[in-house]
């Protein structure tokens, strides 16, 4: 069974920081294509930042050189270091990953749904 849990959401001013984590378990974290997606209530899902399987990256235009996706495979764990946030990054984040599979077809969708609850990200202007 996965499970999924997210963390590291708050209330930041902005051009402040925030580290979000999201521990997985319940699928080969090593063979997994997996990212970070955002959502605000009324809104399509958002794609922020992706990591391949082989270590690839990608983000976002909005984000690029502000967020930062990392892992910890012993840890099962993947982080979105969060700098120089801006009030339009205030919405819930959500990670998610293919299960281990390694497929391309993770990287076409918006997986907002995918698993945990979110964690809510606030960034006051």
């Known amino acids: 069974e996965v499970q999924v849990v997210e963390s590291g959401g708050g209330l930041v001013q902005a051009g402040g920081s925030l580290r979000l984590s999201c521990i997985m378990s319940?699928?080969?974290?090593?063979?997994?294509?997996m990212g970070w997606y955002r959502q605000v209530p009324g809104n399509e899902c958002e794609v922020v930042s992706t990591?391949?399987?082989?270590?690839?990256?990608y983000y976002a235009d909005f984000v690029k050189g502000r967020f930062t996706l990392s892992q910890d495979k012993a840890k099962n764990t993947l982080y979105l270091q969060m700098d120089s946030l801006k009030a339009e990054d205030t919405a819930v984040y959500h990670c998610?990953?293919?299960?281990?599979?390694?497929?391309?077809?993770?990287?076409?969708?918006?997986?907002?749904?995918?698993g945990g609850q979110g964690t809510q990200v606030n960034v006051t202007s």
């Open positions: 990591i391949a399987k082989d270590g690839s990256t």
């Open positions: 319940g699928f080969d974290f090593n063979t997994a294509n």
């Open positions: 998610a990953a293919d299960g281990g599979s390694g497929g391309s077809w993770f990287f076409a969708g918006r997986w907002c749904d995918w």
